[in-house]
T-cell receptor, first 113, second 117 residues
Framework: DVKVTQSSRYLVKRTGEKVFLECVQDMDHENMFWYRQDPGLGLRLIYFSYDVKMKEKGDIPEGYSVSREKKERFSLILESASTNQTSMYLC????????????FGQGTRLTVV | GDSVTQMEGPVTLSEEAFLTINCTYTATGYPSLFWYVQYPGEGLQLLLKATKADDKGSNKGFEATYRKETTSFHLEKGSVQVSDSAVYFCALSDRGNYGGSQGNLIFGKGTKLSVKP
C-alpha cells in the first residue's frame, strides 16, 4: 500500500518558535508538495519539489521554507511561527510524469498560540 | 492561470438521494481532471480521474465525465449513503507551471456533503 506519512497529527507551538513539519513517502515519487488547508479557501500550495534539493515556490510561500535532502523526505519549516499560520498542513507526493494523481498524508493540524 | 471552480457547499441530502457536485475549470492545453474526497480528520484520497476529453471516471458508485466543450467535470452518484459524508475536491493537473515539471494539482475550494439517514 502506498504511503505518505506526516510526522505529527497535532502540534501546538508558541509564537516565534521555529517549527518543522516532516513528510516521508515510500513510493519513490519525484514530486512532493506542501499544501495548507483553511475553511473557505480550499487547498493552497506552499512549496513544491520535483527532485532532491530542488524546490519551487507555490502560491503562498511567505513565512515558510522547505528542505529536500533525500528523495523520500520533504520538510516544511516555519522560521518564526505566527498565529496566522494556524492551519491544517497537507503533504502529498506524485510521479514526475504528467496526468498522475497525488497521494496525501493524513495532515498535521498546527495551532500557534 | 489555470483554475477550478466548484459549487459552494454545504450540501445536505437524505440517504438514497441523487448527488451532483458541479465543477468547471479553466486551463491551457489538456489537463487531467480529478475528484478527491476527504473524510473527517483525514487527508485527501483520490476518488476518480479522467485524463482526456469524453473519458468517464468512476469509483464507489461515483462518476464524472470530462467535458471539454463545457470545460466541466461534474461529480454524480445515483444513491448516496451516510458514509459518503465528506468534503469533495475537484482538481486539475498543472502542466509545467512550476520548475518545468508536470504533476502539480490545482484544487477547487471543496464542497462539504452531509447525508442524513
Amino acid at each position: 500500500d502506498v504511503k505518505v506519512t506526516q510526522s505529527s497529527r497535532y502540534l501546538v507551538k508558541r509564537t516565534g518558535e521555529k517549527v518543522f513539519l516532516e513528510c516521508v513517502q515510500d513510493m519513490d515519487h519525484e514530486n512532493m508538495f506542501w499544501y495548507r488547508q483553511d475553511p473557505g479557501l480550499g487547498l493552497r500550495l506552499i512549496y513544491f519539489s520535483y527532485d532532491v534539493k530542488m524546490k519551487e515556490k507555490g502560491d503562498i510561500p511567505e513565512g515558510y521554507s522547505v528542505s529536500r535532502e533525500k528523495k523520500e523526505r520533504f520538510s516544511l519549516i516555519l522560521e518564526s511561527a505566527s498565529t496566522n499560520q494556524t492551519s491544517m498542513y497537507l503533504c502529498a507526493s506524485s510521479h514526475g510524469a504528467a496526468n498522475t494523481e497525488a497521494f496525501f498524508g493524513q495532515g498535521t493540524r498546527l495551532t500557534v498560540v | 492561470g489555470d483554475s477550478v471552480t466548484q459549487m459552494e457547499g454545504p450540501v445536505t441530502l437524505s440517504e438514497e438521494a441523487f448527488l451532483t457536485i458541479n465543477c468547471t475549470y479553466t486551463a491551457t492545453g489538456y489537463p487531467s481532471l480529478f475528484w478527491y474526497v476527504q473524510y473527517p480528520g483525514e487527508g485527501l484520497q483520490l476518488l476518480l480521474k479522467a485524463t482526456k476529453a469524453d473519458d468517464k471516471g468512476s469509483n464507489k458508485g461515483f462518476e464524472a465525465t470530462y467535458r471539454k466543450e463545457t470545460t466541466s467535470f461534474h461529480l454524480e452518484k445515483g444513491s448516496v449513503q451516510v458514509s459518503d459524508s465528506a468534503v469533495y475536491f475537484c482538481a486539475l493537473s498543472d502542466r509545467g507551471n512550476y520548475g518545468g515539471s508536470q504533476g502539480n494539482l490545482i484544487f477547487g475550494k471543496g464542497t462539504k456533503l452531509s447525508v442524513k439517514p
